[in-house]
């Protein structure tokens, strides 16, 4: 079944364009804007030093990455929509699978809409992005390096490249995560540190840690298009212990940035409600029951307590001192 065969949702009519844009650009899903504020609180202590201006920087920042995501997860709808995956897979749960969440789906946006926006959203973050470098307090050359490779790759995800479609799907949705981090965090003060380094990564694990649920899900739609995720690779097996290997390797991230003094030593304590949450998420996904939406619903959850618990981390020296 290809994309243009498949017709309009009736619970979509009526719907405004402003809408239809908004659930195309995915700005419910907030989930990666959540490094602005962990960022700031990495940055704002002392607070009797800190630069108001640095506000400015983190928010250009931000307002580049919403332009980027909202370009590539229009490309990777409309990519999903021709190749009839995303059909497929809305097909497969209608129930759960919101139909909604996908203008091309329902017949909201046309395919030249898509395309426009797409290119529109680009162009736009390709230019707070140079704004936001232009005018930052820092740019050190990695920095530079790590927003110009994530936006090339990111509106490549799904379109022109595909990469997605050429086996590093997985690897992106967590390097966008680091990215998000490690690229303002430059920017503002100019320096490489080691426990901003370990938040990146375990910030960059969250979204990966829901994307494989949801990529579990999909592994009909997926095969049936040749993305090859690793759920659509390898056996039920294969690809639970993958899921298994991803969580206990986000709790040995922060258990050995604790024992080597990369991180407080109470930082692996502070991140253990995360653990217990990735326990029930792998429970609920592939026990008995195997209810894998749930799971990915869990994994959304698990994402915010995490990145709250990493704010924590950053202001708690000043809370106990």
């Known amino acids: 079944m290809t994309g243009s065969t498949v017709r ?6 009526g719907e405004s364009k402003l809408v239809s844009y908004a659930r195309l650009a995915k700005l419910d899903v907030f989930d990666y804007y959540l490094s602005l504020p962990l960022v700031l609180s990495a940055v704002v202590l002392p607070i009797g ?5 640095v506000l400015g920087t983190l928010g250009l ?13 229009a490309f990777d709808d409309l990519t999903g929509y021709r190749d009839g ?19 091309l789906v329902t017949g909201a946006l046309t ?13 736009a973050g390709a230019a707070v992005f140079a704004v936001t470098v232009a005018t930052a307090p ?40 680091w990215v998000m981090v ?21 910030f960059g694990l969250g979204p990966l840690l829901f994307g494989v649920y949801s990529n579990t899900n999909d592994i009909a739609g997926d095969r049936s298009v040749g993305r090859p995720t690793v759920a659509a690779l390898t056996t039920p097996r294969g690809n ?12 040995l991230l922060g258990a050995v940035a604790s024992a080597t003094g990369v991180a407080p030593w109470w930082f692996v304590l502070l991140m253990f409600p995360v653990t217990v949450l990735r326990a029930r998420q792998f429970g609920v996904g592939f026990g008995p029951r195997g209810d894998i939406l749930r799971a990915r619903a869990i994994g959304f959850t698990a994402h915010r307590v995490g990145a709250g618990l990493l704010v924590a981390a950053n202001l708690l020296p000043a809370v106990t001192k």
């Open 8 to 13: 309009a949702v009736p619970s979509t009519a």
């Open 138 to 177: 820092h740019t050190p050359q990695w920095t530079i390096w790590l927003i110009v490779a994530n936006f090339v790759f990111g509106i490549q995800y799904s379109y022109g490249l595909k990469i997605s479609y050429h086996g590093f799907q997985e690897a992106y949705i967590a390097a966008l995560g």
């Open 240 to 251: 639970r212990r993958f899921v298994a290997a991803l969580s206990v390797a986000e709790f």
């Open 111 to 123: 395919e030249r809409e898509v395309v426009r926006f797409g290119w529109l959203t680009a162009l």
């Open 61 to 73: 920042f931000g307002l580049g990455a919403v332009l980027m995501t909202a370009s590539l997860v």
């Open 182 to 202: 490690l690229a303002p965090y430059g920017l503002i003060t100019g320096r490489f540190d080691g426990f901003v380094l370990v938040q990146a990564l375990l």
């Open 85 to 103: 995956s995303d059909t497929a897979n809305y097909q497969a749960n209608p129930t759960l699978r919101r139909a909604r969440r996908k203008p």
């Open 49 to 53: 030093a800190f630069d108001p201006a």
